[in-house]
């Protein structure tokens, strides 16, 4: 960033550890404000957990991303995207 983040009383930095090239990571935690519902706004913050899949995982599920990316999905089906 080019200024300081203004984070005021809604939210405070996570500590940040980089990993080796080398880790390999089986999940991730997403977090949003995302919608709940088609016309309403959220104002809490909510977060679920994700299997990453492997490549190979991803492209039989006909998923497709970049090589920046990784695919990532929740096998429990207990969390959804809104369409």
Do not use: Q
């Amino acid at each position: 960033l080019d200024e300081p983040l203004d984070l005021a009383f809604s939210a405070e930095a996570v500590p940040y550890k980089p990993l080796t090239a080398d880790t390999l990571c089986t999940t991730c935690i997403l977090a949003g404000w995302g919608k709940m519902h088609v016309y309403a706004d959220s104002y809490h913050l909510r977060w679920t957990t994700l299997s990453i899949l492997t490549p190979g995982e991803c492209e039989n599920r006909h998923a497709l991303h970049r090589e920046n990316e990784f695919c990532a999905v929740d096998l429990t089906r207990k969390s959804v995207t809104l369409e």
